[in-house]
């Protein structure tokens, strides 16, 4: 996916994050610790331009991930695997130098 439509998909990636159930009877998917990569590849190369407007979303994401890190995994080692995807994410979109509009 480009970055314009990225863009204007993210709104249905932040609620699927902030309305993940606690505990997931399926098992682990780890979608959080795919999506947080996603995001990360997204605010690159020619994307960056089109998803620059979303850094502190992507941030305030993050920071939702970090304190419900109980829905994010089957065990303690998946849930630290998905925050340490959203720290590198959050690491990396502060670390972009952002073109200018």
Same mark, same amino acid.
């Given at each position: 996916m480009g970055g314009i439509a990225f863009a204007y998909?993210?709104?249905?990636i932040e609620k699927y994050i902030r309305n $993940?159930?606690? &505990?997931?009877p399926h098992g682990g998917d780890h979608e959080?610790?795919?999506? $947080?990569?996603? &995001?990360?590849n997204q605010f690159s190369g020619d994307n960056?331009?089109?998803v620059r407007h979303l850094r502190?979303?992507?941030?305030?994401l993050s920071t939702f991930v970090h304190g419900n890190t109980r829905r994010f995994?089957?065990?303690?080692?998946?849930r630290d695997r998905v925050a340490d995807a959203w720290s590198q994410l959050v690491a990396?979109?502060?670390?972009?130098v952002l073109p200018q509009p």
């Open positions: 998909y993210f709104t249905v $993940a159930p606690d &505990i997931d959080a610790w795919i999506l $947080a990569k996603y &995001i990360q960056l331009f089109h502190e979303r992507v941030v305030m995994g089957d065990d303690d080692a998946e990396h979109v502060a670390a972009v």
